[in-house]
């Protein structure tokens, strides 16, 4: 399998990043999450200072470090091509540099650190009003005014939606977009993430639920010699994880108070035993939330649920980019097998570290989850 990495800097239109720079490329580390923030570190090997030719004393650094390129809010774009197909990995903005001087020749490094685009969500706290809208118009409103940044809205409907009358209630966001975004996506169980669109510049931005229906991505191998694609892998069960809900709410059109509770989750099942039908014992929380009308409460509740059993099982792991010949993507599902029926089958990708040695290696890091133990499917996608 042929792998090529190639990088693009520059302010809001990044161009083909210089060979001289590209050389110097030690490693390059890129993660994606649909949870936090996903970001980026390029380590760049660099010379020591040394005097200018003219006699003087004055040190000159190294060109890496003088590279108008590298400045701080550039914007970054990572690409590689795997067998003669071009994938966009990564899109970010440089926030952070460290610089590393050793005495011996030819090991100082230079590292710069950056987010993905969304990353310009997040630089401005506001205290403003959203009247007569939706959250998710307010989500795509939001998203729409970073543009320059290619960024392109894909919201989709909770099953609760709410438009009050401007004389009835307002929302009012009082932190940066970012956080208000996934302040409103975690009210009903969503994720909200950035990964590069199908072209160069263009960015997806995701308001939605996980494990929306999807063909699985290729699946991930162990134990099964020519075939094992993963070359480790550990899985932890957390029997603390998934809850229910219970509690009261007055509502506040009504004025009566109302028994609230959720006990399962609406997740489509990847695993034959969910923790919250299986296990012998749960946790139970009290809704304590005020000011809401019984259907708003009620959707409140069951996207708790939803949320707290995403992460009963978790995978992590690592495998080899030239044997599994492919990307994992987070937002997918990724079958998994040859470990057994208690952790094969069918799992969601959560996060996804590409580490990158140019002309070296290229290994993925991963993390999956799932709600149970045992499997739903009888053949994975290959």
Not at 271 to 281: G, M
Request: charged residues 20%; hydrophobic residues 35%; negative net charge.
């Amino acid at each position: 399998m042929s792998v090529s990495f190639s990088l693009l800097i520059g302010k809001t239109r990044p161009r083909p990043a210089p060979a001289a720079l590209m050389e110097v490329i030690d490693s390059v580390e890129l993660t994606h999450s649909d949870d936090g923030r996903s970001g980026f570190q390029i380590v760049f090997k660099v010379g020591r200072s040394f005097l200018t030719s003219t006699g003087n004393e004055t040190l000159k650094d190294d060109p890496v470090l003088a590279e108008d390129l590298l400045e701080p809010f550039n914007r970054v774009i990572a690409t590689v091509t795997i067998n003669s197909n071009p994938r966009v990995l990564f899109d970010g903005i440089i926030t952070y540099h460290e610089f590393s001087p050793s005495l011996e020749p030819g090991e100082s490094i230079f590292t710069i650190t950056g987010e993905d685009v969304s990353v310009m969500m997040d630089l401005e706290e506001k205290s403003i009003e959203h009247p007569a809208l939706s959250e998710q118009n307010i989500v795509t409103q939001i998203v729409s005014k970073y543009a320059k940044y290619g960024l392109v809205a894909n919201v989709k409907t909770p099953s609760f939606v709410e438009q009050p009358l401007a004389n009835e209630r307002v929302p009012v966001q009082l932190c940066t977009d970012l956080e208000y975004v996934r302040e409103l996506a975690d009210r009903h169980g969503f994720t909200f993430y950035v990964i590069p669109g199908l072209s160069i510049g263009q960015n997806q931005a995701y308001w939605g639920p996980p494990r929306q229906k999807q063909v699985p991505l290729k699946a991930l191998t162990v134990n099964q010699e020519s075939f094992s694609n993963v070359e480790s892998i550990n899985f932890q069960y957390d029997a603390l994880a998934a809850y229910t809900v219970a509690g009261q709410v007055q509502d506040r059109k009504t004025n009566q108070i109302q028994p609230i509770s959720s006990l399962t989750s609406r997740r489509a099942p990847l695993a034959r035993q969910p923790a919250l039908t299986q296990q012998s014992d749960i946790r139970k929380v009290q809704f304590r939330e005020t000011a809401r009308k019984k259907a708003q409460s009620d959707s409140r509740t069951q996207a708790m649920v939803d949320r707290s059993q995403d992460r009963v099982v978790t995978v992590t792991g690592q495998l080899d980019t030239s044997e599994y010949e492919d990307l994992l993507e987070i937002g997918r599902l990724v079958d998994l097998r040859g470990v057994g029926y208690t952790y094969d089958g069918r799992y969601y990708v959560e996060k996804v570290t590409h580490i990158i040695h140019p002309g070296n290696s290229y290994k993925q890091q991963f993390v999956l989850t799932r709600e149970g133990l045992g499997t739903t499917i009888q053949q994975v996608a290959v």
